[in-house]
């Protein structure tokens, strides 16, 4: 599931991929976040994921797009 990929790319990201854009599957962290937002949203609340909240999506937006 594409979500997922997205989800560990951010931890990479965090982690230890120093931060680098490129290893995001965006290439961008604002584009990153974004379509995490959108596929989380694409899901009827029945069958959102349970590994993932959109709190969670939100704090990695925190972490990765707001702390520039």
Do not use: H
Request: glycine letters at 4%; aromatic letters at 12%; charged letters at 35%.
């Amino acid at each position: 599931m594409l979500l997922d990929r997205l989800r560990t790319d951010c931890d990479y990201y965090l982690g230890n991929g120093n931060r680098n854009p490129k290893n995001l599957w965006a290439n961008d962290e604002k584009e990153q976040i974004a379509k995490m937002k959108e596929l989380y949203n694409g899901f009827t609340e029945e069958d959102k994921p349970e590994w993932l909240t959109y709190e969670q999506i939100e704090q990695y937006e925190k972490s990765m797009v707001n702390n520039d």
